[in-house]
């Protein structure tokens, strides 16, 4: 069994910072992309940003140059850096963890529970 336990969401003025981190526990096998992506009201889930098992990070153009997204393979932990946050930044994010099970051959999509992240002007 795998969880994902995600911290660091809450409330900012415009022009602040937050950092989000999300923790992988259980039986892993090894773990490939780790990722977050973001649903703000009345729209679809969107990939924020997402890294590989190497380090090379990937960005939504909308975030380039205030986000960043890093992870520590040791801890199974994914974070991201979010700086200069703006309105439009407002959302519930979520991790995304593509990983293999102890034991399994498959590797599977895993999601965290959901962090709000609310930037006021």
Same mark, same amino acid.
């Given at each position: 069994?795998?969880?994902?336990?995600?911290?660091?969401? #809450?409330?900012?003025?415009?022009?602040?910072?937050?950092?989000?981190? +999300?923790?992988?526990?259980?039986?892993?096998?090894?773990?490939?992309?780790?990722?977050?992506?973001?649903?703000?009201? #009345?729209?679809?889930?969107?990939?924020?940003?997402?890294?590989?098992? %190497?380090?090379?990070?990937?960005?939504?153009?909308?975030?380039? #140059?205030?986000?960043?997204?890093?992870?520590?393979?040791?801890?199974?932990?994914?974070?991201?850096?979010?700086?200069?946050?703006? %309105?439009?930044?407002?959302?519930?994010?979520? +991790?995304?963890?593509?990983?293999?099970?102890?034991w399994h051959s498959n590797f599977v999509?895993?999601? #965290?529970?959901?962090?709000?992240?609310?930037?006021?002007s």
């Amino acid at each position: 069994q795998v969880q994902l336990v995600e911290s660091g969401g #809450g409330s900012v003025e415009s022009g602040g910072s937050l950092r989000l981190s +999300c923790a992988a526990s259980g039986s892993i096998g090894s773990i490939d992309v780790m990722g977050w992506y973001r649903q703000a009201p #009345g729209k679809e889930r969107e990939l924020v940003a997402s890294i590989t098992s %190497s380090g090379s990070p990937n960005y939504v153009d909308s975030v380039k #140059g205030r986000f960043t997204i890093s992870r520590d393979n040791a801890g199974n932990t994914v974070y991201l850096q979010m700086n200069s946050l703006k %309105s439009e930044d407002t959302a519930v994010y979520y +991790c995304n963890v593509r990983l293999r099970q102890r034991w399994h051959s498959n590797f599977v999509n895993y999601w #965290g529970q959901g962090t709000q992240v609310t930037v006021s002007s």
